[in-house]
């Protein structure tokens, strides 16, 4: 049989095209398969793939489920590269391919290189994906540590997927975080003078700030003694202030291996009266207008005591679902981050992205429903805004809480982290866990050599597949891509190895697809799985078995293209020896 160009996406469509052709006389069509799935069993026992097809299908074609399923199977059996079809419990369908069929695409994987995996699903969209995005006030702590890795992998997936992606950091450059930034400057440079004032009570108690201060001083020596109103402060220190905290976190970005097309600056945004053109045109289609908010309650659920209800600019969240409308003002007249968020949106829209995705800590990611609303409002489309909310990190060194950062003042350092356990060991741990689940990273394990170790596990196990072709070029055995493979030298772990190398496509498909970065991980440590298993399991490399050494090493060459492919993705290197 030929090479295969893509044997998951090929037999996917031909259980469509199955279905399609059983249930025309019931007038089924295509856009009634859009809960049809075909996917990896559970169970490596139960088949290579299954489908819920007759589960899908049963009631509209009014039929039990087992019944249809015993009815498609003539049908799915037609595919050249199934070799047994099984009806299982109440109407699953699982297959078992033909090894020679995962030869064959094991043989397109090492030919597509690179390009193994990548799947077209963007619709020609562009997509923007803005991450990390921390105030410019202090250095980046473990948290932020995984919102980079998330952000930026969910970015290289969607490149993976067709996407023609940009990323890009906001920079919360206008807030009043800044104003405080500016204050506990000032505090900590008269400190270098021998001034005895105190760091503001809401300010950053941080030692970086201490740091700053000197290159302050360096630069205009005693130049602010005698300012002391704080617009003129404001003035003259707010992007001095911003500047030396962006670079503090722009080192740490580059550490991490994570580099953005820009770094947007949001006061720069308002210059332009950005802000005010989409308020407008909120207002324009009737979702803005001006009105009170509900009174404001305390956690024992009441109202705080001389409130004085105040007329704000508010979009009209209520009227899409929303328990109250949004304030795009505050009482002073100043935006709100909702209203910052509506314009610095809206920009993005004008360049052209169309799928806009923005990584988020869980605790804030109430506070962007009404963002995807009032992006649903512009744009007339719910699919184009894609929050993904992630959960703190806590980390221990031997089972204890890590202590907190002297330098920052009250958090554990992503630099300290990355110093200590590398930057492989660290992005790949954060994505060994769904970032809706808090992680715990212990840094005694990430930075052991085994197999206790998530990273050092797939690391090694693509080191081993890269000895083993280092030895076949010593032992000699033609392997080209023409040599000839013999699917009876294929032992039981050898084809479970095949069989990842065949899902790989249809697990990017559906990371891209979710925005769930974390599957390439787990898909990840299951080939290596595979690959160790195989290891133990039989020789590899047997001069007097040439039929079988050539076969053998066409599945590891296959296998370690996958792992460098999904290691690449996830920005984790892909050693040759260890």
């Known amino acids: 049989m030929g090479a295969v160009e893509n044997l998951f996406f090929d037999f996917r469509a031909h259980v469509r095209a199955a279905v399609l052709r059983i249930a025309a006389d019931k007038g089924i069509t295509a856009a009634d398969l859009g809960a049809l799935v075909v996917e990896a069993p559970r169970e490596e026992a139960h088949g290579d793939l299954a489908t819920n097809a007759a589960m899908v299908l049963a009631k509209k074609m009014g039929m039990a489920p087992r019944a249809l399923a015993d009815l498609l199977v003539p049908e799915l059996q037609k595919y050249e590269a199934v070799d047994a079809v099984e009806v299982a419990g109440p109407g699953f369908i699982n297959f078992r391919l033909k090894t020679g069929s995962l030869l064959a695409q094991a043989r397109a994987a090492v030919e597509a290189g690179g390009d193994y995996g990548r799947v077209d699903v963007s619709g020609g969209r562009k997509a923007l994906v803005e991450y990390v995005s921390i105030n410019p006030t202090g250095p980046i702590h473990v948290g932020h540590g995984r919102n980079a890795v998330f952000g930026d992998v969910i970015a290289s997936l969607l490149e993976k997927g067709g996407f023609e992606v940009w990323r890009e950091y906001l920079v919360n450059d206008a807030g009043g975080q800044i104003r405080v930034l500016v204050k506990s400057l000032a505090a900590r440079y008269r400190q270098l003078f021998g001034e005895q004032v105190e760091v503001p009570a809401d300010g950053y108690p941080g030692e970086y700030l201490v740091e700053i201060a000197h290159k302050l001083k360096a630069q205009d020596g005693d130049k602010w003694l005698k300012v002391h109103d704080e617009e003129e402060l404001m003035r003259g220190l707010r992007q001095f202030a911003v500047d030396s905290c962006l670079a503090m976190i722009k080192a740490d970005i580059v550490t991490l291996g994570i580099h953005f097309d820009r770094y947007f600056s949001e006061y720069e945004m308002h210059q332009t009266g950005a802000m005010k053109d989409v308020v407008q045109m909120l207002r324009d289609k009737g979702f803005v207008h001006e009105g009170t908010l509900p009174p404001p309650k305390g956690k024992d659920g009441?109202?705080?005591?001389?409130?004085?209800?105040?007329?704000?600019?508010?979009?009209?969240?209520?009227e899409l679902g929303l328990p109250e409308d949004q304030a795009i003002y505050n009482r002073a007249g100043v935006p709100t981050?909702?209203?910052?968020?509506?314009?610095?949106?809206?920009?993005k829209?004008?360049?052209?992205?169309?799928?806009?995705?923005?990584?988020?800590?869980?605790?804030?990611?109430?506070?962007?429903?009404?963002?995807?609303?009032?992006?649903?409002?512009?744009t007339g489309r719910a699919d184009i805004y894609h929050p993904v909310a992630y959960e703190n990190v806590k980390v221990l060194r031997d089972g204890q809480p890590v202590k907190l950062s002297k330098r920052a003042g009250n958090i554990v350092l992503l630099t300290d982290v990355l110093d200590e356990v590398g930057v492989d060991a660290f992005r790949f741990t954060m994505l060994t866990v769904k970032p809706t689940t808090p992680l715990t990273f212990d840094l005694a394990k990430a930075v052991e050599k085994s197999m206790d170790n998530p990273v050092f596990y797939v690391q090694y196990a693509h080191a081993r597949l890269c000895s083993v072709e280092r030895q076949w070029a010593e032992l000699g055995v033609d392997g080209g891509a023409g040599a000839a493979l013999d699917d009876g030298k294929v032992g039981p772990e050898a084809r479970a190895v095949l069989r990842q190398v065949m899902l790989c496509p249809g697990v990017v498909e559906q990371a891209v697809q979710s925005l769930e970065?974390?599957?390439?991980?787990?898909?990840?440590?299951?080939?290596?799985?595979?690959?160790?298993?195989?290891?133990?399991?039989?020789?590899?490399?047997?001069?007097?078995?040439?039929?079988?050494t050539r076969t053998r090493l066409a599945v590891a060459r296959a296998a370690r293209g996958v792992l460098a492919n999904v290691l690449a993705v996830c920005g984790v290197a892909a050693p040759e020896s260890m």
């Open 302 to 318: 009441k109202v705080a005591a001389g409130y004085v209800p105040v007329e704000l600019t508010l979009f009209k969240a209520s």
């Open 337 to 347: 981050y909702f209203g910052q968020d509506i314009a610095y949106h809206y920009d």
């Open 349 to 378: 829209l004008k360049r052209g992205y169309d799928l806009l995705v923005t990584v988020i800590g869980a605790d804030q990611a109430g506070a962007f429903k009404p963002l995807a609303k009032a992006i649903e409002v512009l």
């Open 517 to 548: 970065p974390h599957r390439l991980a787990f898909f990840a440590m299951e080939l290596a799985a595979a690959v160790h298993r195989w290891y133990g399991a039989e020789k590899w490399l047997d001069a007097a078995d040439v039929a079988g």
